[in-house]
Nanobody
Framework: EVQLVESGGGSVQAGGSLRLSCAAS????????MGWFRQAPGKGREAVAY????????YYADSVKGRFTLSQDNAKNTVYLQMNSLKAEVTDMYYC????????????????WGQGTQVTVST
């Protein structure tokens, strides 16, 4: 079993920055996809950015490329999402997920999720 604990959300003005953290514990010995999804009320979850913990390769949604940066601390089993030049349209709940199965992970059907953290960007 894997537990994910998120932190770092909040409210900022447009143009500001936030850093989200997701710490994994439990059965984290295997490499996995780990990253962030966003979800608006009444809508499904969509991938924002994720990293493959084994090799460090990353994915970013087109809407955040150049502004968001992933990093990982393997010793702490933690992934960070640095969010810069924030725009109002990224306002949503953000959920961390981790899964060893890429297809399940990318389709948001993975079984391991954090509790979610709200990101609000105001103009």
């Amino acid at each position: 079993e894997v537990q994910l604990v998120e932190s770092g959300g909040g409210s900022v003005q447009a143009g500001g920055s936030l850093r989200l953290s997701c710490a994994a514990s439990g059965d984290t010995f295997s490499s996995a996809c780990m990253g962030w999804f966003r979800q608006a009320p009444g809508k499904g979850r969509e991938a924002v950015a994720y990293i493959y913990t084994g090799g460090g390769s990353t994915y970013y949604a087109d809407s955040v490329k150049g502004r968001f940066t992933l990093s990982q601390d393997n010793a702490k089993n933690t992934v960070y999402l640095q969010m810069n030049s924030l725009k109002a349209e990224v306002t949503d709940m953000y959920y961390c997920s981790r899964d060893t199965n890429f297809l399940l992970f990318y389709s948001a059907f993975g079984v391991h999720w954090g509790q979610g953290t709200q990101v609000t960007v105001s103009t």
